[in-house]
């Protein structure tokens, strides 16, 4: 089945031209079917970048998903064309009114800086406090993920001796646990962070599980136990080469980065790296749609 996306949205033709099943909104009219309402609040600033990662990840299964896209009113993004957003991108005043099967929120790169002194904080805990009302399963990302469990938990962040940067092994703690079916025991997949959240502070919060760790990277993710909100501490949705691009940025502007761990061939960086984490980050995202939005949410979702 196919996602149902804007056929002018710069994701649909990339995703086409991979032979991913894309539907144009004039063709979805036509089907006597309530696919699943997914909002994205995309904090990250290559917007476009992102939408196609995100949407590749959610478009092979066997649900039509119709998707809207959100941004911030408080902050508006400098590395998008204004004409991209304003196509695209609902405000928080145009959506708040509606109700969503699920929601991801992205992460982004203010993670060094105190919650409360991120440009638009104040909305995006108005964002959270809605989505736990108004959607049905939130799956939160990196930054996103650590903001949530802040906001939501009072769980802190705390800044690392060095980035997190790399292509990490992961394990299972719950195997039955229905977002981990088809998965092996150990997995790999992608952090690029300067901060994490703490095993023990998680382990003390009883509405909360965790459900994988990396005996190098920490936790990576955790759950509240309703299954409405799961917390991702990676970037499973990275493409192949978007490590390297954050390497050589920081390389670039003079920065002492170290070379992501376990991604280049032999950790050389004149090599093309190898792709490792793709089947479990579609696995990750096709387990969420289907165990926690799909099986779970009501039909009609005005008695959400």
Known sequence: MPIKIPSELPAHRILESENIFVMADNV??????????????????TKIITETQLLRCLSNTPLQIEVDLLQTASYRPRH????????????????????????IITGAPVEQMPFEEVAYWSELCEIMDWSRTNVFSTFHICWGAQAALYHHYKINK???????????????????????????????????????????????????????TSEEAGVYICA??????????????????????????????????KVPVGYFPENDPTKKPVVTWRSHAQLLFTNWLNYYVYQNTPYDLNIL
């Open 28 to 45: 979805a009219l036509h089907q006597d079917i309530r696919p699943l309402k997914l909002i994205i609040l995309n904090l990250m600033p």
């Open 80 to 103: 998008t064309s204004f004409d991209h957003m304003e196509s695209f991108y609902k405000t928080f005043d145009c959506a708040k009114h509606e109700k969503y099967d699920g929601m």
């Open 158 to 212: 705390y800044p690392l001796p060095e980035k997190k940067f790399g292509i990490f092994m992961h394990k299972v703690l719950s195997p039955r646990t229905p977002l981990f079916r088809g998965f092996d025991d150990i997995f790999p997949a992608p952090h690029s962070r300067h901060t994490e959240v703490r095993e023990r502070d998680i382990a003390s919060c009883p509405e909360l599980e965790i459900l994988s």
């Open 224 to 257: 509240s136990r309703n299954g409405r909100q799961i917390f991702v501490t990676g970037h499973s949705e990275y493409d192949s080469d978007t490590l390297a691009k954050e390497y050589f940025r920081d390389i670039e502007k003079g920065l002492d980065i």
